[in-house]
């Protein structure tokens, strides 16, 4: 089966197509970054218009490159939730067009378990049982991944995500958007151990994250040293960061595999691609005998053959949708339910 994803929940217009779940035929790429770098961050209008403006482009290159027409695709796998609700719109309303015109199935998929299916194209061995470990600029959730439609949330973000909170800690060190890659790159160079952020302690589940506190705390060190004429070294607090968000994660995801008896973790999202994360689950699996499975770079942050890889595996499962199919700024993952979350 090969399926057509289209992802729009944000800065990318993203199209590909993906055969079986498993193989990309082509994956095409849209970027609006370095338009909304001048302004700080995405801009939701600006995004929708661009979206509008690059989709059928986009379309029309994915085929192109997969050497198909449209008649060829045997499904439309759009994400419709989450996301900017004007971005998303784009793609949603664009894929329910496609899927009318040519008599195909209509798919919906969820960002966050489309983030998690990028493994798929890369690890052909990968199969649900396993824990999912998605982190990115909205989203930052540890699930266990049961079947291919089915994620247990153990523990989430009770407020921000841990790449806004790179974005944010980025731009206060005056970075530019998408600021978490320029930590990554700033941390190369510094000491990791400079700075002694604080962690957060959670109540009730303690697979659950926080990352605003250590967002706050960053950006006032910077504006308080700025006020007093004092340097503060970027290389270092970026060091700093990177290693206490990596920290954060790898302990949490660790200690969830083993009360939860997995022993493969699969991590995605846009910051798997932070080197420090990758470098400090790696080394916390192989001290444990798990097998860890992370994305190749390229598919770390936004793309449609996540997407549609996660169709293929939806469709197959029965989640199709019809014309009244709409975008949703929030939702939670299909077959979610909370495995320990006593605060819900
Ligand atoms: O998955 P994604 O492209 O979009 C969302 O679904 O949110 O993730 C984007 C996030 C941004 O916060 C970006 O700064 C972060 O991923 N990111 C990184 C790195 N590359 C991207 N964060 C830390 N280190 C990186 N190398
Ligand atoms: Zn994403």
Do not use: W
């Not at 960053?218 to 970027?234: F, P, R, S, T």
């Amino acid at each position: 089966m090969r399926i057509l994803g289209i992802e729009s929940s944000c800065d990318e217009t993203a199209v590909a197509i993906v055969e079986d779940g498993r193989k990309i035929l082509s994956n095409v790429i849209a970027s609006q970054a370095s338009e909304h770098q001048k302004y700080g961050g995405v801009v939701p209008e600006l995004a929708s218009r661009r979206h509008l403006e690059n989709i059928l482009t986009v379309v029309k290159e994915a085929l192109s490159d997969a050497d198909m027409e449209l008649e060829d695709v045997d499904g439309i796998a759009v994400t419709f939730a989450p996301g900017l609700i004007g971005a998303l719109l784009v793609g949603v309303s664009f894929a329910k067009g496609l899927a009318l015109a040519a008599g195909k199935p209509l798919i919906p998929v969820h960002h966050t378990e489309g983030h998690a299916a990028a493994n798929y194209l890369v690890h052909p061995d990968l199969k649900p049982p396993y824990l999912g470990v998605i982190v990115s600029g909205g989203h930052t959730r540890i699930a266990a991944v049961t079947d291919y439609t089915t994620f247990q949330t153990i523990g989430r973000t009770r407020d921000d995500a841990a790449g806004e909170c790179f974005d944010k800690c980025a731009r206060a060190m005056g970075f530019p958007y998408p600021g978490g890659l320029h930590v990554d790159q700033n941390a190369q160079q510094g000491n990791p151990l400079a700075f002694k952020l604080p962690k957060s302690k959670m109540e009730g589940n303690p697979y659950d994250f926080s990352f605003s506190g250590l967002k706050t705390y960053v950006v006032n060190l910077l504006h308080h040293a700025d006020q007093i004429g004092e340097a503060i070294n970027k290389q270092d607090l970026s060091a700093s960061l990177q290693k206490h968000i990596a920290d954060v994660v790898t302990e949490k995801a660790i200690a969830a595999a083993k009360e939860f008896g997995y022993r493969s973790i699969a991590l995605s999202g846009g910051v798997s691609a932070n080197s420090g994360v990758r470098r400090a689950l790696e080394a916390a699996c192989q001290k444990e005998g798990f097998t860890l499975y992370q994305p190749p770079i390229a598919l770390c942050g936004d793309n449609a053959a996540m997407i549609a890889s996660q169709g293929y595996y939806n469709y197959l499962a029965g989640i199709t949708a019809d014309e009244s199919l709409n975008a949703m700024a929030s939702k939670e993952l299909h077959g979610e339910s909370l495995v320990r979350n006593e605060r819900i």
